[in-house]
């Protein structure tokens, strides 16, 4: 079934060769509006290296039926209406360097696949839709046209009545950007007018009292602060200059394959848990959301490793808590950071309404820091949350993350994309993983009229062997999974030991009476 798919997508998908641009002949066949450029951001540039061809995957299940043409006509209005989804990426043929988004009109009927498909032949629905996003995963979007691409898959699956599948090249954005203008485009099921309610941080109070004494210390503890920042920038600089120039993480059965085995092609799975259940291990710990789900994350890698590496790559029954793991593994995960004062669902929503051109917020402005993963099996599971918290506060103060960002631009101003990339190649090949955590609306929404029951994004072209995306919606937390199977051949085992981890932390602080702390 899988290359029957593969070969119908390359099909569908195949278009006609790339443009070769001078603004000359060939352009023209596109149908250029008024002509609008703006150069690609550095970020993008690396994006489009062959080497680095990342596209994101928005899978959404609907609980309707997708109807294919109201879909493309509410499209027209909502996603379209930014100038990303209707540009080309054009290059300049006497200067390859020279990269423009221009502006172009668009036959939406080249961006809406419709699957066709017999559901009384299907096995397993839920199969079927992971081996077509499989499937999805070894093709390239075509360059010939704006760069996405919508998926419509009406099957009856476990948790929902379709499937819509949004494909965008990442090129056109970060993840924070294009997870905002997606939930721009939803609305409310209890109220069509209203914009989904994202939850925001909430500051701690200023403590009232007497300011004339508490002043100088404040500002002798914020100098403390911006010190031991810098001081942990310098460390955290170091590791990475060495990480570019020769320091790996332990291969494991979770590394990357070798480049004569790599290939961008993804297995992409997820599971949905109980985002009270983090809430519960969160209020109880005093810890954050994202503590609890990069502990419960090293938790589960710690005991699908575990069982990778008895004999025979199997561990059952009273073996399960055989220590099978060698000492000292060193495994880090690129952990992606938003850097922008990111433009709000609400102000993207009114660009597309009102047709203004603010884009405040909008591109590639991430930047990513090397967190260890503490890979153990521990006695007291909070233990992992407790670990994770350390290490994503040591984090917090510093300025990696931005750090980075600049040298990516510099990189690209002075020495071109071939080196910047390279040099992001070795820092993500010389790890083992990439890690985000979005957060999403308390409430239900609808996409095109059609009610959402969950959201799960993704992403492939990475040379990380794994990815994990952790997505809240409403009561739920997805952990989605892109795995290259090569390395990682049974990725809902890994999901089993995310979701038994996160039971374990859950029953450990029940048992341990920290169930008091719970609001």
Not at 123 to 146: A, G, H, M, Q, W
Not at 413 to 429: C, I, Q, Y
């Given at each position: 079934m899988e290359s029957?798919?593969?070969?119908g997508?390359r099909r569908?998908?195949s278009?006609p060769?790339?443009i070769?641009t001078?603004r ?13 450029e703006?150069p ?5 540039r ?5 080497r680095?061809d990342?596209h994101?995957?928005?899978f959404?299940?609907c ?13 027209v ?7 990303r989804?209707?540009s080309l990426m054009?290059v300049?043929?006497?200067n390859?360097?020279d990269?423009?988004?221009v ?5 939406i ?13 299907l096995e397993s629905?839920?199969k ?6 499989y499937n999805?995963t ?11 691409d919508?998926?419509i898959i009406?099957?009856k699956?476990?948790n929902a009545?379709?499937v819509a599948v949004?494909r ?22 209890a109220?069509e007018?209203?914009l989904p309610?994202?939850?925001?941080k909430k ?5 009232s009292?007497?300011?004339t004494?508490e ?6 503890g ?6 031991r920042m ?5 460390a955290d ?5 060495i ?9 494991t059965p979770?590394?990357?394959v070798t ?10 799975v997820?599971r949905i ?7 519960f291990v ?6 954050t959301?994202?503590?609890?789900a990069?502990g ?6 710690s005991?699908y490793?575990n ?14 808590r055989n ?8 495994l880090?995960t690129c952990?992606i950071?938003?850097l922008?004062s ?6 993207l929503?009114d660009m597309?309404?009102n047709?203004s051109?603010?884009?405040?917020g909008w591109?590639n402005?991430?930047?990513?820091a090397?967190l ?7 006695d007291?599971p909070l ?5 994770a918290?350390a290490?994503i ?9 931005l ?15 071939k080196?910047?990339?390279d040099?992001?190649l070795?820092?993500?090949?010389n790890?083992?993983?990439c890690f ?10 609808g996409f095109?009229?059609n ?6 994004p993704?992403?492939?072209g990475?040379?990380?062997a ?9 009561d739920k ?13 049974d ?7 995310f979701?038994d ?5 859950k ?13």
């Amino acid at each position: 079934m899988e290359s029957d798919m593969a070969e119908g997508l390359r099909r569908r998908l195949s278009g006609p060769k790339p443009i070769d641009t001078k603004r000359k002949e060939g352009i023209e066949e596109y149908d250029m509006v008024t002509v609008e450029e703006e150069p690609l951001s550095p970020m993008a540039r690396i994006f489009h290296d062959s080497r680095f061809d990342v596209h994101c995957i928005a899978f959404m299940a609907c609980k309707t039926q997708i109807s294919p043409q109201p879909f493309k006509d509410k499209l027209v209005h909502t996603l379209l209406k930014h100038p990303r989804f209707t540009s080309l990426m054009v290059v300049d043929e006497e200067n390859i360097a020279d990269m423009k988004w221009v502006q172009t009109k668009i036959d939406i009927d080249q961006h809406i696949i419709v699957a066709e498909v017999d559901e009384s032949q299907l096995e397993s629905p839920d199969k079927f839709v992971e081996d077509y996003i499989y499937n999805l995963t070894k093709t390239s979007l075509d360059r010939t046209k704006p760069l996405w691409d919508f998926h419509i898959i009406n099957v009856k699956t476990h948790n929902a009545e379709s499937v819509a599948v949004l494909r965008v090249h990442h090129s056109l954005g970060d993840g924070t950007s294009l997870i905002s203008l997606l939930l721009a485009c939803t609305r409310q099921t209890a109220d069509e007018l209203k914009l989904p309610t994202i939850p925001t941080k909430k500051r701690r109070p200023t403590p009232s009292g007497n300011s004339t004494k508490e002043g100088p210390w404040r500002f002798f503890g914020a100098f403390w602060l911006f010190i031991r920042m810098l001081m942990n920038t310098a460390a955290d600089v170091f590791m990475f200059i060495i990480t570019v120039a020769f320091f790996k993480d332990t291969k494991t059965p979770v590394s990357a394959v070798t480049d004569s085995e790599f290939t961008k092609a993804r297995r992409i799975v997820h599971r949905i848990i109980s985002l009270d259940d983090l809430k519960f291990v969160k209020n109880a710990m005093n810890v954050t959301i994202n503590d609890v789900a990069v502990g419960l994350t090293q938790a589960g890698l710690s005991k699908y490793l575990n069982r990778r590496y008895a004999v025979g790559g199997k561990d059952k029954g009273a073996t399960e808590r055989n220590n099978n793991l060698p000492k000292g593994i060193r495994l880090r995960t690129c952990l992606i950071f938003n850097l922008r004062s990111s433009a709000g669902i609400e102000d993207l929503a009114d660009m597309m309404e009102n047709g203004s051109k603010g884009k405040r917020g909008w591109g590639n402005w991430f930047g990513y820091a090397l967190l260890p993963f503490k890979i153990a099996l521990r006695d007291n599971p909070l233990d992992y949350v407790k670990e994770a918290k350390a290490t994503i506060d040591r984090k917090k103060q510093s300025f990696e993350a931005l750090f980075t960002l600049t040298m990516a631009q510099i990189l690209i101003k002075l020495f071109g994309v071939k080196v910047a990339t390279d040099v992001t190649l070795r820092v993500f090949s010389n790890s083992t993983i990439c890690f985000t955590n979005l957060v999403g609306p308390q409430e239900e929404i609808g996409f095109c009229g059609n009610p959402i029951t969950y959201f799960a994004p993704s992403a492939y072209g990475q040379p990380s062997a794994l990815m994990i995306n952790i997505q809240s919606y409403i009561d739920k937390i997805i952990i989605v999974a892109s795995v290259d199977e090569h390395a990682i051949p049974d990725p809902q085992l890994l999901l089993d030991d995310f979701e038994d981890s996160l039971n374990l932390i859950k029953n450990a602080v029940i048992e341990r009476g920290l169930v008091k702390n719970f609001k």
